[in-house]
């Protein structure tokens, strides 16, 4: 018999939960295993002890009375998660126990005495706070967003919702999953099924489409799924949400017609200046060709006598055709230059800038002006245009000279790499008028004239031109200088292009 109560008493002792016995009407502590005792806080003194002498901090917390009342009543009481206060080093704290009292009765069946039995719970609790409240936010995020959240049971076909998903669906009960598949517009059923079909592969589920309400009206879902399999690699649940897309495809819809239409738009623009450069080419050209030959006819008339002021108006008349033949031609090259592809090629850049000096040696004389060019390399690109780009850049140079100065352009390069590819950097330096910094950008546009024609002649294309030119190359092009003090061109293109026209 000794030996079954030191068995008792060890188990007890050894225990890892809290164990203590009281007696009698006053709750005297006969037992409190260590567990207990560390539960309590209050030292190893406690057996005789009153159960109220020893925790007097539980009396307003209606555990006393609890207790008591099982000791008076013979029927136990059980507590799940009750908060308890207990004062610990002088501190009284919040704790969480599942405890029980339990009537402990003698061979007459009568009370003498209950088992308080405890576990204490805190951390679990606060768990168990924070994953609800890690629900209840997603739950608030989740209806704040407009979506609605679902869960399919595979072999039971049961569906649960929210909402919010409900709302999307335009349903005010629960439905089975046939029949929210039935509300699915008939052409879009086989997108659905090939949507499941794939997510036994990839475990996802995606498709977009629309729902035919009550009243006929379509509107546009999106839904995200995902496939939850057993232990057996078994599909036994679906887990997704739906979303309200409607005003998002309606303001697709509405982009793409607006877009359709500024193409179209846009077709009849190029159309209407391809119209406009044919007219020019084919109907201007030859009015002005035949101004300047009349005027040239009447010039070498023996017959014809001019005075002084008539001569004056012929020039300018001269004058005149010249600036509308240049103009006609700017626009030309400069409105067809999108239209037109050019093969690639090889280019020697020494013979293009011989050519150009070859073509300008009038002005080059006129003015006196001197070219220094330093070795340039091959590169490769449309023969046509690298040779319209520098004819139109050192042209520039000579035409915006000081008066009382000769021009000077220097032409330099060096090879530079740029996105894993080499480059040619090409810079057309001179000592002309200048160029103020507001004007750097400025001078690329189409039309755009820094000094009146009565200053120096032009039609404002030839730099947007060389910019057009450079970016078909896949280049760069840029300005920089001074007023007064020269200005400075600075292009760079590719040695090698990537396809065979451009």
């Known amino acids: 018999m000794y030996d079954n109560l030191m068995l008792l008493k060890n188990i007890v002792d050894n225990t890892p939960l809290p164990i203590a016995v009281y007696t009698g009407n006053e709750l005297k502590i006969e037992l409190a295993n260590p567990a207990m005792i560390k539960a309590w806080g209050k030292g190893t003194e406690v057996i005789g002890k009153k159960y109220i002498e020893v925790v007097p901090e539980i009396e307003n917390q209606q555990i006393f009375d609890q207790a008591l009342r099982v000791f008076q009543t013979g029927i136990p009481f059980h507590a799940k998660n009750k908060k308890v206060e207990l004062v610990i080093d002088d501190v009284l704290k919040t704790f969480y126990f599942n405890y029980s009292f339990i009537p402990l009765f003698d061979n007459e069946k009568k009370i003498y005495g209950i088992m308080n039995t405890g576990a204490d719970v805190s951390d679990l609790y606060e768990a168990h706070k924070q994953i609800q409240s890690s629900d209840e936010r997603l739950r608030m995020a989740i209806e704040s967003s407009g979506m609605g959240t679902y869960e399919i049971d595979l072999s039971t076909k049961k569906i649960n919702t929210n909402g919010n998903f409900n709302t999307i669906w ?268 507001s004007h750097y950008e400025r001078i690329f546009n189409a039309f755009e004239r820094l000094h009146s024609k009565d200053e120096y002649e032009g039609n404002g294309l030839g730099l947007s031109l060389c910019k057009k030119i450079v970016l078909r190359h896949g280049g760069t092009i840029t300005a920089t200088g001074e007023k007064d003090n020269g200005a400075e061109f600075i292009v760079t293109l590719p040695l090698k292009q990537t396809t065979n026209t451009i």
């Open 170 to 437: 335009s349903i005010d009960k629960e439905i089975p999953n046939e029949q929210l598949i039935a509300k699915l517009h008939p052409e879009d059923q086989l997108l659905r099924e090939k949507a499941h079909q794939e997510a036994h592969i990839t475990g996802k589920i995606n498709y977009e489409a629309r729902i035919i309400n009550q009243d006929q009206t379509v509107k546009w879902i999106k839904v995200n799924g995902k496939l939850i399999n057993d232990q057996n690699g078994i599909p036994i649940t679906i887990i997704g949400i739906v979303q309200d897309i409607d005003q998002q495809r309606q303001f697709e819809q509405e982009l793409k017609k607006q877009v359709d239409e500024s193409t179209q738009e846009l077709r009849r623009s190029n159309e209407d200046l391809m119209h406009f450069a044919n007219i020019v080419s084919h109907d201007l050209k030859e009015p002005v060709r035949k101004i300047k030959t009349f005027i040239s006819l009447l010039r070498n008339n023996s017959s014809a006598y001019f005075n002084d002021i008539s001569n004056k108006y012929l020039t300018k008349v001269d004058q005149s055709a010249q600036r509308m033949q240049t103009i006609i031609e700017g626009i030309l090259a400069y409105s067809t230059l999108d239209k037109k592809t050019q093969p690639i090629e090889s280019i020697n850049l020494d013979e293009v800038i011989e050519n150009i000096k070859v073509d300008l040696e009038l002005i080059i004389k006129e003015k006196g002006a001197i070219l220094i060019k330093s070795e340039l390399p091959e590169i490769e690109g449309a023969t046509i245009l690298i040779q319209q780009l520098f004819y139109n850049l050192i042209h520039n140079a000579l035409k915006f000279s000081k008066a009382d100065q000769p021009p000077r352009v220097t032409i330099s390069s060096l090879i530079i790499n740029k996105d894993q590819r080499e480059f040619i950097q090409i810079n057309i330096k001179d000592n002309g008028i200048g160029l103020d910094s």
